[in-house]
């Protein structure tokens, strides 16, 4: 997969043609599987026998930043509130 990708950049290099699959979408795809094959090898260097990639995602980080965002705009609310009564 990442000989694709790597392939792709280099024909719209050489060629200027526009790829079916926007180049923005091919880099991130590319980030994505290398962080992947990251944090495989940073589990079985720690004693992790099996991961299963299909559980990787984005999910946690995206709760924890709506719920630090909930926070922040609710303190933000409360001291304003504070501060004018």
């Known amino acids: ?29 590319g980030v994505t599987i290398h962080g992947i094959i990251d944090l495989t090898e940073f589990s079985h260097a720690n004693g992790i026998t099996h991961v299963i990639t299909g559980r990787f995602n984005q999910d946690c980080l995206e709760v924890l930043s709506s719920q630090l965002s909930y ?7 409360l001291l304003i509130n504070y501060v004018i009564f």
Do not use: C, G, H, R
């Open 1 to 29: 997969m990442l000989k694709a990708i790597n392939e792709s950049e280099e024909v719209y290099k050489q060629t200027k043609e526009q790829p079916f699959v926007a180049l923005t979408s091919i880099a991130m795809l």
């Open 71 to 77: 926070f922040w705009l609710t303190a933000k609310n």
